[in-house]
C-alpha cells in the first residue's frame, strides 16, 4: 500500500510510541492528581506542553489541551466570537470546522464578510477592504485541500485590534507559525498532522487570556474541564520534538517530490490541471481531469494500492466534490467534481510518486469516459 493522504492523518513516529508507552508503563497515574503517580503524570505532560510551546514558538503557559483540531477551532472560535460583537471576515475555503462556525453567525444576522480566494490566493486590495473595522478573523494559514499557505503576516497588520483565529493544522507540520503569533491571535494544531497520535491538539490562546490577572482566582481562558488526553499530548510533545530539526530539509525535498509528481501526471494527461494557486507550499497536491470523476477516481486507485483522497477526511461520505475547489473556482465547476488530493508526508520516497503514478496512469485509463488518453 502507498499512502498519500498525509493531509488527513501522517503515520505516528517510533519515538512518539516509545514515548507513550514509556509513559504508560512508568505508572498511568491522573495528572490532575496530588500523589506521587499524579505529580509523575503531571511533570511528562508539563513537558510535552513545553516541547509543543517550542515548536510553534510561544510561552507553554498560552498552550491549551484539546481534543482534535476541530475542537480547539471551535472553542477559539466561540471565546472570539463572544469578546466582540463586529464584523466577523472569514473565506469559503476554510476547513467545515471553520466554515460551518462561521455561517451559523451570519444566519443570526451577524455581519460576515466573505473573502474571495481566487485559486487559494488572497488578494491585498480586497482583503484589506474587508479587514477594515472587523472584530474576528477566522483564516487558515495552509488550506487543507488546495496546499495553498497565503501570507498571513500582512493581513495581520491590517487589522491589529481584531481577535484572530489561525488554523494551523496543516500549516504547523510544513511552515514556520512565529510569525503568526499576535497579541490576539488563537492557533490550533493538531498531533496528527505532526506525527503523534490521533485524539489531541495544542490551542495557542493569546497572553492576555493566558495568565490570571492580579486579582482574580480563575484564568480568563481556563483548561477544559476534566482530565486532559496526557498520554496523546505526551506523544504530541515528542512528536513536535522529532518534526522540528527535519523540516528543513524535509519540506524542499517533499516539494521536489510533489513537483516531479505534478510533471509526471502531466506527462501523462496534458489536459490536467493543478487547482492550487501561486501560493502552493507543496506538500499537497490537488488535481483535476475534465470528465474523470473524482470518486471513480478514488477507488480505482484504492484498488490499486494508493490511498488519496476526494476532499478533507471529515467530509468524505457527505460530499461528492470538493467544496473547497468549488469555492477557488466558482466559474468552472467542474474542477470540483473531479478533484484528487496527493498529500505527501515527510516519510515519502521516490518509490512511493513512481507506484502513484504507474497506479494513476492505469485508473485513468480505467475512469475516462473515451478510453485511454492520447
Known amino acids: 500500500m502507498t499512502y498519500l493522504d498525509h493531509a488527513a492523518s501522517t503515520p505516528i513516529v ?17 495528572p490532575a492528581s496530588v500523589h506521587g503517580a499524579g ?5 511528562a505532560l508539563d513537558e510535552a506542553r513545553i516541547q509543543v510551546a517550542d515548536y510553534l514558538g510561544c510561552m507553554y503557559a498560552e498552550l491549551r489541551w484539546e481534543a482534535s483540531g476541530t475542537a480547539a477551532l471551535g472553542r477559539a472560535l466561540r471565546a472570539a466570537l463572544s469578546l466582540s460583537d463586529g464584523p466577523v471576515v472569514s473565506s469559503r475555503l476554510e476547513h467545515p470546522a471553520v466554515r460551518t462556525w ?5 444566519a443570526t444576522g451577524r455581519e460576515v464578510r466573505w473573502l474571495p480566494q481566487p485559486a487559494g490566493a488572497v488578494a491585498a486590495d480586497e482583503a484589506s477592504q474587508a479587514l477594515e473595522g472587523a472584530a474576528v478573523v477566522a483564516l487558515s ?32 507540520a510544513w511552515r514556520d507559525v512565529r510569525p503568526l503569533l ?28 493566558a495568565f490570571v490577572p492580579a486579582g482574580r482566582r480563575e484564568a480568563p481562558f481556563p483548561e477544559s474541564p476534566g482530565t486532559p488526553p496526557w498520554l496523546a499530548a505526551i506523544g504530541m510533545g515528542t512528536a513536535c520534538r522529532v518534526r522540528g530539526p527535519a523540516l528543513r530539509e524535509g519540506l524542499p525535498r517533499v516539494r521536489a517530490l510533489a513537483e516531479r509528481l505534478l510533471g509526471e501526471l502531466r506527462e501523462a494527461c496534458p489536459d490536467l490541471v493543478h487547482n492550487a494557486g501561486p501560493d502552493w507550499l507543496g506538500p499537497i497536491l490537488d488535481v483535476s481531469v475534465p470528465g474523470v470523476e473524482a470518486r471513480r477516481m478514488e477507488s480505482a486507485l484504492d484498488l490499486r494500492g494508493l ?50 503514478v504507474e497506479a494513476w496512469r492505469s485508473a485513468l485509463e480505467e475512469s475516462r469516459p473515451e478510453g485511454p488518453p492520447r
Open 14 to 30: 517510533e519515538e512518539a510510541l516509545e514515548a507513550m508507552l514509556r509513559a504508560a508503563r512508568d505508572g498511568g497515574g491522573n
Open 39 to 43: 505529580r509523575k503524570a503531571r511533570a
Open 102 to 106: 462561521v455561517e451559523e453567525v451570519e
Open 141 to 172: 494559514a495552509m488550506n487543507h485541500e488546495l496546499g495553498t499557505a497565503p501570507a498571513l503576516e500582512p493581513l495581520l497588520e491590517r487589522a491589529p485590534g481584531a481577535w484572530w483565529v489561525v488554523d494551523a493544522v496543516q500549516a504547523a
Open 182 to 209: 499576535g497579541p490576539r491571535v488563537f492557533l490550533a494544531c493538531s498531533a496528527q498532522k505532526l506525527g503523534g497520535p490521533p485524539g489531541v491538539a495544542a490551542l495557542r490562546v493569546p497572553r492576555e487570556l
Open 307 to 356: 490511498c488519496v483522497a476526494r476532499t478533507s477526511a471529515c467530509q468524505q461520505a457527505r460530499v461528492a466534490s470538493s467544496p473547497v475547489v468549488a469555492a477557488a473556482y466558482p466559474d468552472e465547476p467542474w474542477r470540483a467534481d473531479t478533484a484528487l488530493r496527493f498529500s505527501l508526508g515527510l516519510g515519502t520516497t521516490d518509490a512511493d510518486v513512481a507506484v502513484a
